[in-house]
């Protein structure tokens, strides 16, 4: 591989280096570019920002930011621009305001998630969503975590959110919005919430995971 590329390319890569190959195709670029307008689209949401390395990687991030563009032009009535990938991680901490749907590669939308949980509270809150064309999975970004079971201590909301998403990719809007302006006052209100919500981690008015369940069914039921 590497005297493949040097004589294709013409640069010398040293022997002991390590090579990575990374496809990214035309067809999985416009499937999931189209997902994002299409999610926009259903909920309301204005802007698709595309974000890539294509100034560098001009033949992987550089297809999926010209298939990205070529999508776009079906989809005028919601908004495109894109974003370089360190320059939106950038944006993203000083004016996360300004940006709404993000369509990133794999290697980047990893990294991107972490940074926007860490901007709302932690993984703790950070809800996810597998979608597939028949079939999709609800979870937690942060996945499993067997040393806290049966201790009532972590925070349920990344668990409670990927089901308000989950609601609504079944068409539960109302019963979504309910679940999730009851999310919404527990955590304003900031005296149910698991200790990583909390000012210090040993706070002891902190409370439990089943507790926070109970007091997002308590305003469901107001």
Excluded: W
Aim: proline fraction near 5%.
């Amino acid at each position: 591989m590497i005297d493949y590329i040097e004589k294709a390319a013409r640069k010398r890569i040293r022997e002991d280096s390590g090579i990575s190959i990374k496809p990214i195709s035309v067809f999985g670029t416009e499937r999931i570019v189209r997902f994002a307008f299409e999610y926009a689209r259903d909920n309301g949401r204005k802007k698709v920002t595309a974000v890539h390395k294509a100034n560098i990687m001009k033949f992987s991030d550089g297809l999926f930011l010209d298939v990205a563009r070529e999508v776009a032009a079906d989809y005028p009535d919601i908004g495109f621009e894109d974003r370089i990938i360190d320059n939106m991680c950038m944006q993203l901490v000083q004016k996360p305001e300004l940006y709404d749907v993000l369509v990133l590669p794999n290697l980047y939308g990893d990294i991107i998630s972490d940074l926007a949980a860490g901007l709302i509270g932690g993984l703790g809150l950070a809800p996810g969503a597998n979608i597939g064309k028949d079939i999709a999975v609800f979870e937690p970004t942060h996945g499993s975590a067997p040393k806290y079971k049966g201790m009532n201590k972590v925070n349920p909301l990344a668990m409670i959110l990927s089901g308000v998403m989950m609601l609504r990719h079944i068409g539960e809007r109302e019963a979504a919005g309910r679940l999730e302006t009851a999310v919404a006052e527990v955590m304003e209100e900031g005296k149910s919430v698991t200790y990583d919500m909390k000012p210090a981690a040993d706070d002891p008015t902190a409370v439990g995971t089943s507790e926070v369940a109970d007091a997002i069914i308590e305003k469901m039921a107001r």
